[in-house]
């Protein structure tokens, strides 16, 4: 039996997590007989050559657990109610077809794998130039501050506060911190009734369609612009209007008139990286007002602005109540959170809060607690401060090796962001691109995929720079260079 366990130091988890494990997991699977004691701690202490008090611990751990029971004067016994309650085995084979099996074609009405959307390589953080877009940067995450949240959000107290069925309520404390820290900061004012928490901005957009979009209703979304938007409002399904796009981000004219709902990113268009000027948008407003429809502002990364002073949020300028906003943490504190946020006039967030009850209830009350504790510690705002000091200084080295190996490619943003949107010569493949970056070492995202017709330019792709360091982004880019050239002589 002792031969069953085998401990590394070198593991992640502890000497004792490892033993309760394995004796846990022998338990399960039979392999410790029921009518012997488990080996004295002295003896199996011995044995694995670890201290006798891990053992002592783990056993007392296990016997908590209900895994053993403790028989006086003659050890530690596994306890029989626990194989009871035993799973069936995994299955190792998979079970056979059947001729009758569902053609599962004909049962869908949706068909969202179809979509033309992106692909994010899993084994980015294994590529030594990942100008990829969207992920965080594992040196610059706030491992102790956000450790530091997590533990606290589970005291005793806190777990008494938020581990009961809250239906469709969001953290108080979580409310309180996007209404009086993040908001503030884009000019937005709002009561907690027109706050809604969300499983990252996407569920906020989700939402969105599903409450104001159908068959006969018109979204004007930018071209180019964020796919998922598109492809959330074609599944819907709704009409779509792809709206062109300048350096001033959506070009406002009379094509808006047929619209129902607009999908705009001002701050930091989507993907060209371009800023909205306040003239646009007052004339964004006054066009809404005059032709009745919705403006969904998606401000997905505007606390990365660190080259000019904010525009305020087209939220913060509506009068009319007619602007619909969605901010996220994902661009600042990490993408795997799934923390968004959703604000609109009350009778909007009470129905998209009856809607997400019926999709989720709300988004984990744990994770909500661990953001509020790292908002309202002002670790957010710490966090803030050395992202724009990075990025400005990646932005820099970008735009210095754009300029050296690709000229007039691309405009640097002037907003900051985490991204340059690049225009590769008009004969240029940035599909095949990718591709041979990629047995590079380097990853690029092919810019087709934002253009709304499938016969979009191929000559576009996007470099991110919030996971790539500094000193690796010159050489990342003379290696796109010297491709390019290769490719378009
Ligand atoms: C333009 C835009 N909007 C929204 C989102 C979704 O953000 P979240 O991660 O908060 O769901 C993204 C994600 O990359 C995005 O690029």
């Not at 969605?326 to 946020?341: F, H, N, Q, W």
């Not at 985490?418 to 995202?445: F, H, M, T």
């Amino acid at each position: 039996m002792l031969q069953l366990f085998h401990l590394s130091p070198e593991k992640a988890a502890s000497l004792q997590q490892q033993l309760r494990e394995q004796i846990a997991r022998a338990i399960l699977n039979g392999n410790m007989p029921l009518e012997k004691p488990l080996p004295s701690s002295r003896k199996l202490a011995k044995q694995l050559n670890i201290a006798r008090n891990t053992v002592v611990l783990t056993y007392e751990h296990l016997l908590d657990d209900g895994y053993l029971l403790a028989r006086e004067r003659s050890g530690y016994y596994v306890n029989p109610a626990i194989l009871s309650r035993k799973p069936a085995a995994p299955r190792v084979e998979p079970a056979p077809r059947t001729q009758d099996a569902p053609d599962w074609s004909r049962h869908f009405v949706l068909n969202p794998s179809a979509q033309r959307n992106k692909i994010k390589p899993r084994d980015w953080q294994n590529f030594p130039y990942p100008f990829i877009y969207g992920q965080f940067d594992p040196a610059l995450f706030p491992t102790a501050n956000w450790r530091e949240c997590c533990r606290d959000a589970v005291s005793v107290p806190a777990i008494r506060d938020w581990a009961s069925d809250r239906l469709d309520n969001d953290d108080p404390l979580l409310m309180e911190q996007i209404r009086t820290r993040l908001l503030p900061r884009r000019g937005v004012w709002a009561r907690p009734e027109q706050i809604l928490v969300t499983v990252g901005a996407q569920q906020a957009l989700y939402i969105l369609a599903r409450l104001l979009l159908d068959k006969d209703r018109c979204l004007g979304i930018e071209d180019p612009g964020y796919m998922d938007v598109r492809n959330i409002a074609l599944l819907n399904p709704s009409r779509v209007l792809p709206l062109p796009v300048d350096e001033h981000g959506l070009i406002i004219d009379d094509r808006l008139a047929a619209c129902d709902c607009v999908y705009v990113t001002p701050s930091h268009q989507c993907p060209t990286t371009v800023t909205m000027p306040l003239e646009r948008r007052y004339e964004l407003l006054e066009r809404a007002h005059r032709h009745d429809f919705l403006i969904i502002e998606d401000d997905y990364e505007s606390e990365t602005n660190y080259r000019s002073n904010p525009t305020p949020a087209l939220k913060s300028l509506d009068r009319n109540e007619r602007v619909i906003y969605t901010g996220s943490l994902s661009k600042t504190l990490a993408p795997g959170l799934r923390v968004g946020y959703l604000v609109g006039p009350e009778p909007l967030i009470r129905e998209a809060r009856a809607l997400r009850r019926l999709m989720v209830r709300h988004p984990a009350a744990n994770n909500q607690r661990s953001v509020a504790l790292f908002l309202e510690r002002g670790y957010h705002d710490a966090l803030m401060m050395t992202l724009m000091q990075a990025y400005e200084e990646r932005s820099q080295a970008m735009h210095a090796a754009l300029d050296e190996f690709l000229p007039e490619s691309s405009q640097q943003p002037a907003f900051g962001g985490s991204c340059y949107w690049v225009k590769g010569p008009d004969n240029l493949d940035a599909r095949v691109l990718r591709q041979l970056a990629a047995e590079r070492g380097v990853l690029i995202e092919p810019g087709d995929i934002h253009f709304h017709s499938e016969n979009a330019p191929q000559n576009f792709f996007r470099l991110g720079y919030s996971s790539i360091p500094v000193e690796r982004i010159r050489p990342g880019i003379e290696i796109l260079a010297e491709l390019i050239q290769g490719l378009c002589p």
